[in-house]
């Protein structure tokens, strides 16, 4: 089966957040189950300085202000098609926003431009390669469905994953005719949102399938209070609405080859993440203090991932003797108070403002617990690697969180099956409850080995989820032939 995956990022080559992760790394899983993937995406500067065994494969005189040529490559064990259009991706900045911060006033075009492609591609536009299936990412490649409804050739059926419904890439009705689209896609049943444009919600209204990252994520995106305006359209697709649970690669996470880690470890060996612990307390300022439980965050700055409750919850953290190792960036107002913080409590509180690869692995390896006190959670990945390492995530249950931690309450404990603490409602008061009780394990340094034990051996590769994908694709082939 042959299987065409299509968005906006890709590790190793270009990375803004965990959907970077996701598509970089469900390809191989996916080829342990007979699915061949080629990623297409755009070819910002990054992409075409990492790319290998470049052929052009396909050219477009027109494709929203320019020429472009698609390209076959590698890079990092993947095989791609990458979109060369230097005007609308050979630019400074990231993938979406300049480097003034702000979103690139034509990325409307920029990823109508790369559905337009995909499009192409499913009609078998490029020369041995026509996919079975289109597997659509995010809002950047939510159009992807709606080009292959309104063109009458035959094509591959789509599946869009949402991985994360906050994102839904909204513009002006009036760039209906300039991005390609006809005038009856502008409905409800189309891309029409309150008004505007809706990259996303006219992938979840039309593709065949629609995927979230954990099934949590499914369900809480069904309610009014999760479903941020498009809670109706996801209940209404009934069956075709699933939660398929995000893995991560467990070759580039895996404590016992990191090279991003002081000392190296395995399950039977954790003890030495003491000597990694001693090197991220000398890294970020901490005491040297190895009996100190140690809290670790690597994430946005973000009210969506709950810092700003962290940030009322620090007194408490402190007042229980622990310390923090915070790396991140994000909104101004949670980073200065952070920084505030970290001033106040020398030796206690240690930052990194910004995101840096190595340090993020060597927090996962270092600290005793990671903290994710997010109010809403596709999935997240960031806890799945801290149990890879030994790190006891401390979640708010909510979406995959709630899927992937096992709260380690009495009886958890008593079965021997906790692997974190988690805490509801998302409130300042829980998240300080769970301190206290995360606080009360450490002080049982045997309990706290087993749950350790029981978080190492969690399996949070892609495998099991990748059979879920292949069963999935294989499902909507044999339902648009007849089988």
């Not at 107002?333 to 509180?349: D, K, L, T």
């Amino acid at each position: 089966m042959k299987v065409l995956s299509v968005v906006s990022e890709v590790y190793p080559l270009i990375k803004t957040g965990g959907l970077a992760d996701v598509a970089g790394a469900l390809p191989s899983a996916l080829a342990a189950e007979g699915v061949e993937v080629i990623t297409l995406l755009p070819g910002y500067p990054a992409v075409m300085s990492a790319i290998d065994n470049v052929a052009p494969v396909y050219w477009m005189d027109e494709l929203f202000g320019g020429p472009a040529t698609i390209l076959s490559a590698e890079a990092a064990g993947l095989q791609l098609f990458v979109i060369e259009a230097k005007h609308l991706y050979d630019r400074p900045g990231g993938p979406y926003v300049s480097p003034e911060g702000v979103d690139w006033p034509d990325n409307a075009f920029r990823f109508a431009a790369l559905a337009r492609v995909a499009a192409q591609i499913a009609y078998g536009e490029i020369a041995g390669f026509v996919p079975d299936v289109v597997h659509a990412h995010d809002w950047q490649a939510g159009l992807v469905p709606a080009f292959l409804r309104y063109d009458a050739r035959r094509h591959a059926p789509s599946v869009l994953t949402v991985h994360n419904l906050a994102f839904q890439g909204q513009f002006p009705a009036g760039l209906l005719p300039a991005l390609g689209l006809p005038p009856h896609a502008f409905s409800l049943d189309g891309v029409e949102y309150y008004g505007m444009i809706g990259f996303l919600k006219g992938g979840l209204a039309i593709a065949d399938r629609v995927t979230t990252v954990s099934p949590t994520y499914a369900s809480e995106i069904r309610s009014t209070e999760g479903g941020m305006g498009l809670s109706g359209l996801l209940t209404d697709r009934g069956t075709d609405l699933v939660g398929i649970l995000n893995g991560i690669d467990d070759t580039v996470w895996n404590p016992q080859t990191d090279i991003c880690l002081p000392q190296r470890f395995a399950l039977n060996t954790r003890v030495k993440r003491k000597l990694n612990k001693a090197a991220l307390q000398q890294r970020l300022g901490l005491d040297d203090a190895p009996d100190q439980l140690l809290y670790g965050v690597v994430s946005r700055l973000s009210w969506q991932k709950g810092l700003d409750l962290l940030v009322e919850a620090l007194p408490h953290l402190i007042a229980t003797g622990a310390q923090l190792a915070l790396i991140g960036t994000g909104e101004d107002a949670i980073q200065q108070a952070f920084s505030v913080a970290a001033a106040e409590h020398p030796g206690r509180i240690g930052t990194f403002f910004g995101y840096d690869e190595d340090l993020a692995h060597l927090v996962q390896g270092a600290v005793d617990s990671l903290i994710v006190p997010s109010r809403f959670e596709p999935c997240g990945l960031t806890q799945l690697c801290a149990l890879r390492y030994g790190a006891l995530p401390l979640v708010a249950r909510v979406g995959g969180l709630a899927d992937t931690i096992i709260d380690a309450n009495e009886m958890a404990r008593a079965a021997g099956v906790g692997t974190g603490v988690q805490f509801a409602p998302v409130t300042v008061k829980a998240l300080e409850t769970g301190l206290e009780r995360m606080a009360e394990i450490w002080r049982d340094q045997e309990a706290w080995g087993q749950l350790q034990k029981n978080a190492m051996r969690t399996d949070v590769s892609w495998r099991g989820p990748a059979k879920h994908y292949a069963a999935l694709y294989r499902d909507i082939v044999s339902l648009r032939s007849g089988g």
